[in-house]
């Protein structure tokens, strides 16, 4: 059984496979689920003190959902991050105390965002641990931060500081080519993400315009921030997944079988993958109108949001 069946999401496809040095996307295609706020109605407001982040859901009809370890930054103030996922009442704000400082050395509180992310990966990780979730303690990700860039060779002295690594010239170029290179395809709702070849996150949103707005920042801040990262320390294995050859002359609907029968192949080799993920835990977070988030635990120390609707899942963030 694969993970989308324990969680018990439906109707979902793949689309064309996409690949960028060691990493591949695998795009999750579907209908639009539930009945949710449009991110353009979802608004960070500020940060009220270290820790709080405040939140505004402009509609007066649906619910919104900030995703998962979602992070706002700008100059001259202490950059945040989400602890975890959030639900927003109708027509509400809704401040969020357990958030994270993501910054050793900054004083400062925001008023809006210059710029959103959502955490890397491996400091995704360690807020699945509930203690380190709920507790209301600004600074409670430093030492992982600080771990996080050991060996990176910044030049600022190994402080906890994350915006050294978003910063670095070098750095920013390569996560905005992966940026660039893994854009939205028709009807995505999600992806499958692989690191030479081994899953590291599923991420399923609850219609396509939530996926257009929300992929930028996970494909930059998250995902490719984390290969990055594991590039400079020598940790990851050169690789890139072969596409198909596409003969010179092919016409429109010859890509297609071409590119369709790859795409058949690759959930061919990924769905073994898929149903090797299976749940060990699941803890009830939140409950927020209609909206219910729960935070699950795989057998392979991942994990991450759920949230459902009533009794319809509509939005999955898990880091493996």
Not at 36 to 45: E, G, I
Not at 62 to 70: D, G, L, M, Q, T
Not at 140 to 155: T, V
Request: contains cysteine; aromatic residues 6%.
């Amino acid at each position: 059984m694969s993970i989308f069946q324990q969680l018990g999401f439906s109707g979902l496809g793949i689309g064309p496979v996409q690949s960028e040095d060691e990493m591949t996307v695998v795009p999750i295609v579907g209908p639009t689920r539930g009945d949710v706020a449009s991110p353009q109605n979802l608004q960070f407001r500020s940060t009220t003190s270290y820790g709080t982040m405040v939140f505004e859901n402009k509609d007066d009809e649906r619910e919104a959902i900030v995703p998962s370890n979602y992070m706002v930054r700008g100059r001259g103030a202490q950059d945040h991050a989400m602890s975890g996922s959030g639900i927003i009442q109708k027509g509400r704000s809704r401040s969020f105390d357990n958030a994270c400082c993501v910054e050793e050395s900054q004083g400062g509180l925001l008023r809006g965002a210059e710029q959103q992310d959502v955490l890397p990966l491996d400091l995704r990780k360690a807020l699945l641990d509930t203690g380190i979730r709920s507790r209301n303690k600004y600074n409670k990700l430093w030492g992982k931060i600080g771990g996080w860039l050991r060996g990176l060779n910044l030049g600022r002295g190994g402080r906890a500081h994350i915006r050294d690594f978003y910063d670095a010239p070098a750095i920013s170029d390569a996560l905005e080519n992966f940026a660039a290179a893994f854009e939205p395809v028709e009807n995505q709702i999600g992806a499958v993400i692989l690191f030479n070849g081994v899953p590291v996150g599923i991420e399923i949103m609850p219609s396509s315009e939530h996926w257009e707005v929300y992929w930028k920042y996970l494909i930059r801040g998250c995902y490719g921030a984390e290969l990055v990262r594991l590039k400079m320390l020598g940790k990851i294995r050169p690789s890139a997944l072969v596409l198909p050859n596409i003969p010179e002359g092919s016409d429109d609907n010859k890509v297609e079988e071409i590119m369709d029968n790859f795409a058949a192949h690759i959930q061919q080799e990924l769905l073994p993958l898929l149903e090797d993920i299976q749940i060990k835990t699941q803890t009830s977070l939140d409950q927020t109108g209609s909206m219910t988030t729960t935070l699950l635990r795989t057998d392979s120390d991942g994990g991450g949001d759920l949230v459902q609707q009533g009794d319809e899942p509509v939005y999955l963030s898990l880091v493996l």
